[in-house]
């Protein structure tokens, strides 16, 4: 079973531990020049392949307002400042496949999506039992999970480029929930309405 998206990430371990492997393999091998020959081309092949990827990521090193901690205190606050702003019960959870901003700002997240996408994704795979068991929920499961405890606002569009979305956006629109954008991100924010 191949994970679904698969991201490059994936193969960063694999790929470190088979350079390791080849070069405790050739460390009896050969003459020491063929040896130091052979580490010299594995690394610029692994400069090669990760350079491309790697180079545009370091231009933002410089720049601190870029880095992902900055930009997730940012939108954290930003999201705990609107429902303020809006007068919403920061007691009351946040639903989010993207907990970490949630955490983040120091509000409530559902226990079963504190994994994220990971086991939503494939909760719809697991029987209720597993999923009570694990403490998640899934796609096809949300809505119940919602209606039992309504969310004050639901925060989107984090993950998997809002496709994995779609069944908390259609709650919150099918609820009522207000739409608004969090400024500097591409986040999403549904603000449960008025009781």
Same mark, same amino acid.
């Given at each position: 079973?191949?994970?679904?998206?698969?991201?490059p990430?994936?193969?960063?371990?694999?790929?470190?531990?088979?350079?390791?492997?080849?070069?405790?393999?050739?460390?009896?091998?050969?003459?020491?020049?063929?040896?130091?020959?052979?580490?010299?081309?594995?690394?610029?092949?692994?400069?090669?392949?990760?350079?491309?990827?790697?180079?545009?990521?370091?231009?933002?090193?410089?720049?601190?307002?870029?880095?992902?901690?900055?930009?997730?205190?940012?939108?954290?606050?930003?999201?705990?400042?609107i429902?303020?702003?809006?007068?919403?019960?920061?007691?009351?959870?946040?639903?989010?496949?993207?907990?970490?901003?949630?955490?983040?700002a120091? !509000?409530?997240?559902? *226990?079963?999506? /504190?994994?994220?996408?990971?086991?939503?994704?494939? %909760?719809? $795979?697991? @029987? #209720?039992?597993?999923?009570?068991?694990?403490?998640?929920?899934?796609?096809?499961?949300?809505?119940?999970? !919602?209606?039992?405890? *309504?969310?004050? /606002?639901?925060?989107?569009?984090?993950?998997?480029? %809002?496709? $994995?979305? @779609? #069944?908390?956006?259609?709650?919150?629109?099918?609820?009522?929930?207000?739409?608004?954008?969090?400024?500097?991100?591409?986040?999403?924010?549904?603000l449960?309405?008025?009781?």
């Open positions: 079973m191949t994970p679904t998206p698969l991201f990430q994936y193969f960063a371990m694999p790929v470190s531990f088979l350079y390791l492997l080849l070069i405790f393999a050739w460390q009896g091998a050969g003459n020491a020049t063929v040896r130091k020959i052979f580490l010299a081309v594995l690394v610029l092949f692994a400069v090669a392949v990760y350079a491309p990827e790697a180079l545009p990521l370091m231009s933002r090193v410089r720049d601190r307002q870029q880095w992902s901690g900055v930009t997730t205190r940012r939108v954290a606050s930003d999201v705990r400042t429902l303020r702003e809006h007068g919403l019960d920061t007691g009351q959870p946040v639903a989010t496949l993207a907990p970490l901003y949630v955490m983040e120091n !509000l409530p997240i559902y *226990p079963e999506l /504190a994994t994220g996408p990971f086991l939503y994704r494939v %909760g719809d $795979l697991l @029987t #209720p039992e597993q999923r009570a068991r694990y403490v998640g929920t899934s796609p096809a499961t949300i809505g119940a999970l !919602l209606d039992r405890n *309504p969310p004050a /606002a639901i925060l989107v569009k984090f993950e998997s480029e %809002g496709k $994995l979305d @779609t #069944p908390l956006i259609a709650y919150a629109t099918s609820h009522g929930y207000q739409r608004i954008g969090i400024p500097n991100s591409r986040g999403e924010l549904y449960r309405p008025p009781q």
